[in-house]
């Protein structure tokens, strides 16, 4: 992942646990997307909006798209590390790129991304973001303009 500072990056780090492995003995497909999930709201939270608060705020953030890209599976106890990625600007909708590395190896295993889309959970309807959501991330980016020009 390149540094751009319009966009947000987070590392998360997750241990491959036994009940995410397939009988082949690699981790089941499916589950990336609960990891990229774990990374997406981690990634939220370090940016100073836990999702929950979201939430709290009449909102939601459904995903509307997914994919993934599979080139070698993970094992059974493997460390990973899920790096996250997503433009900064204020939009409806979130386009989130992730990488799932080994983490020993630093060997590529997993390419994604996902869409999501602000919701007012009263009505389910798609909204525009928030003024929690536009305020963290005006914050975010004050902070990162700040660092990068030190």
């Known amino acids: 992942m390149s540094s751009n500072v319009d966009q947000i990056e987070h590392v998360t780090h997750l241990r491959v646990r036994y009940a995410d492995t397939d009988r082949m003995g690699v981790v089941y497909y499916g589950k990336y997307f609960e990891y990229f999930e ?59 790129d992730y990488e799932v590395f080994l983490d020993s190896t630093n060997e590529l295993l997993v390419e994604g991304q996902t869409t999501l889309v602000f919701i007012t959970s009263d009505t389910g309807r798609p909204s525009r973001p928030p003024a929690i959501y536009v305020e963290a991330m005006n914050t975010y980016l004050e902070n990162k303009r700040a660092t990068y020009t030190e």
Do not use: N
């Not at 990374?39 to 459904?62: K, N, S």
């Not at 080139?71 to 900064?88: F, N, P, S, T």
């Open 38 to 96: 774990v990374a997406r709201t981690e990634m939220l939270r370090a940016c100073g909006l836990p999702y929950a608060e979201i939430e709290a705020a009449g909102f939601g953030l459904p995903v509307l798209d997914a994919k993934a890209h599979y080139r070698k599976g993970a094992k059974y106890d493997d460390l990973l590390r899920i790096a996250v990625r997503m433009e900064a600007g204020i939009q409806p909708r979130l386009v989130i």
